[in-house]
């Protein structure tokens, strides 16, 4: 079942790094944003990573938990998270479920073929657990800021 926007998140169940398990319940009371992205350790994902981790501090001052999500193994996640510093989770979805629940998964030509990738996506989920933001096929450059910002508005509307 695919989440829908103003929605509470259908059942869902992942691990993360760290031995964290995400579930829709599992972070109630806190906005989580959840970043879908190609693979560890590529440039674009990792300046993505690390635009995430420099704000960290203030999401986490806005009342969020981040945490990424790729089709990485945990090995893979745990050398990319110690590589960057990464002060969040990353969760292996090596079996798609995550990315194809959210829908990230579409064709992409990459050297001229045609391969099934993960397109770079970013949901938000409030601390009541509804899906209130989604941003799909997005570019890393700014990203970061205009999510940290729809998160302080969601802490707002909860004061």
């Known amino acids: ?3 829908a926007l103003n929605k509470p998140l259908p059942e869902i169940e992942a691990q993360a790094t760290g031995g964290v398990k995400f579930t829709a ?3 109630l009371g806190k906005s989580v944003v959840l970043y879908f992205y190609p693979k560890d350790n590529t440039p674009g994902c990792t300046t993505e990573a690390m635009q995430f981790r420099d704000r960290h501090k203030d999401f986490v001052k806005a009342g969020a938990v981040v945490l990424g999500v790729s089709r990485d193994n945990m090995a893979s996640h745990e050398k990319f998270k110690q590589a960057l510093e990464l002060p969040f989770e990353l969760i292996a ?9 959210f829908g990230v998964v579409k064709n992409k030509i990459m050297y001229g073929k045609k391969v099934k990738g993960i397109e770079r ?3 938000l989920i409030s601390p ?5 933001g ?7 450059a700014g990203h970061v800021d205009e999510v940290l910002k ?3 508005g969601l802490k707002k509307e909860a004061a």
């Not at 009541?128 to 209130?132: D, E, K, R, S, W």
């Not at 989604?134 to 890393?140: L, N, Q, S």
């Open 128 to 132: 009541t657990g509804i899906l209130v």
């Open 134 to 140: 989604e941003w799909r096929g997005i570019k890393v």
């Open 93 to 101: 979805d090596t079996e798609e479920k995550l990315c194809h629940m």
């Open 1 to 3: 079942m695919t989440p």
């Open 121 to 123: 996506s970013t949901f």
């Open 150 to 152: 729809a998160v302080k």
């Open 25 to 27: 319940n599992a972070f």
